[in-house]
């Protein structure tokens, strides 16, 4: 069973930035695509970014195209989500998951594993 380990999350103030990274816990698992979704209370699980592996080729919520930015590091085998210009609406439980043959990256059951998840929290 591959876990995906993803850092720890944290507290910013409204207009700072957070970086969350997620590795599968096997190198030898191939990802075709990462993705990050986030939920916050009350509300559905929803789509942020994506990222096909060999490609780069990435994904993202209309919403957040400019402020969230989704890399990756071959050699670490992990990605990472860079968060800038945080505003308190993005307060939720960011997720992880990954996959090897997802079609569509910004639905959730495309996706094989998912991380644990992450509390961000931004404060006005």
């Known amino acids: 069973q591959v876990q995906l380990v993803e850092s720890m999350g944290g507290l910013a103030q409204a207009g700072g930035s957070l970086r969350l990274s997620c590795a599968p816990s096997?190198?030898?698992?191939?990802?075709?695509?990462l993705g990050w979704f986030r939920q916050a209370p009350g509300k559905e699980r929803e789509f942020v970014a994506a990222?096909?592996?060999?490609?780069?080729?990435?994904y993202y919520s209309g919403s957040l195209k400019g402020r969230f930015t989704v890399s990756r590091d071959n050699a670490k085998n992990t990605v990472y989500l860079q968060m800038n210009s945080l505003e308190p609406e993005d307060t939720a439980v960011y997720y992880c998951?990954?996959?090897?043959?997802?079609?569509?990256?910004?639905?959730?059951?495309?996706?094989?594993?998912w991380g644990q998840g992450t509390q961000v929290t931004v404060s006005s």
């Open positions: 998951a990954a996959g090897q043959n997802v079609l569509l990256p910004q639905r959730t059951e495309g996706y094989d594993y």
């Open positions: 096997e190198r030898t698992f191939s990802i075709g695509v």
């Open positions: 990222i096909r592996w060999n490609t780069e080729y990435t």
